[in-house]
């Protein structure tokens, strides 16, 4: 047997995440749902959307609308020096989300995914998918598409499907 397909089974059931903060807590999403990290740019609003929806970006020729998680779950919004864009591919959309900070790439196995425990009604469970325990901090795992809701996928269609503003 060969060592690739070795390491394949070794690695069954592990899958890498990106974990990042909103309002000081850490979450993570599935490494493969990222493609690439950016600093927060210049974002153009739109008009009669959602306050969590922030607008559109230009991305090499591409629109992606960007959408401020930490607004849409009730935390403080506050950009720094630190807070960042995670561009994700949600089929049949491309989305960025801002966020507090990036703090790793983190490789987690099934077996160290602990269900969701029971939160305080006013919590955002529905889009918990599990818990994972890194050192002393607890890290969210976070289901994107459930977090974005029918309404936030509407938004971020029509933005980047209507013509963008000419900026002066």
């Known amino acids: 047997m060969s060592s690739g397909i070795q390491n394949k089974h070794n690695n069954a059931g592990t899958k890498k995440y990106l974990c ?3 309002g000081g807590e850490s979450y ?11 600093a927060v ?13 922030l607008g559109i970006m ?19 919004a506050e950009l720094t020096s630190r ?10 959309i491309s989305l960025g989300i801002v966020v507090n900070s990036i703090n790793a790439v983190l490789s987690i196995s099934d077996q160290d995914i602990q269900p969701k425990p029971d939160i305080a009604s006013n919590k955002n469970t529905a889009y918990i998918t599990g818990v994972s325990k890194q050192g002393e901090r607890l890290v969210l795992l976070l289901d994107l598409a459930k977090a974005l809701d ?3 996928l509407v938004a971020a269609r029509e933005a980047q499907q209507a013509p963008q503003a000419k900026t002066a």
């Not at 993570?28 to 950016?38: G, H, K, Q, S």
């Not at 740019?41 to 929806?53: A, G, K, M, R, Y």
């Open 83 to 92: 807070s960042a864009v995670i561009v994700c591919d949600l089929s049949p």
């Open 150 to 152: 029918v309404e936030d």
């Open 20 to 22: 990042f903060s909103l």
């Open 41 to 53: 740019p210049e974002i153009t609003p739109v008009p009669h959307t959602p306050s969590h929806f």
């Open 28 to 38: 993570a999403v599935p490494l493969l749902a990222v493609r690439e990290v950016i």
């Open 58 to 76: 230009n991305l090499r020729g591409q629109v992606i609308s960007i959408i401020d998680l930490r607004t849409k779950f009730g935390l403080k």
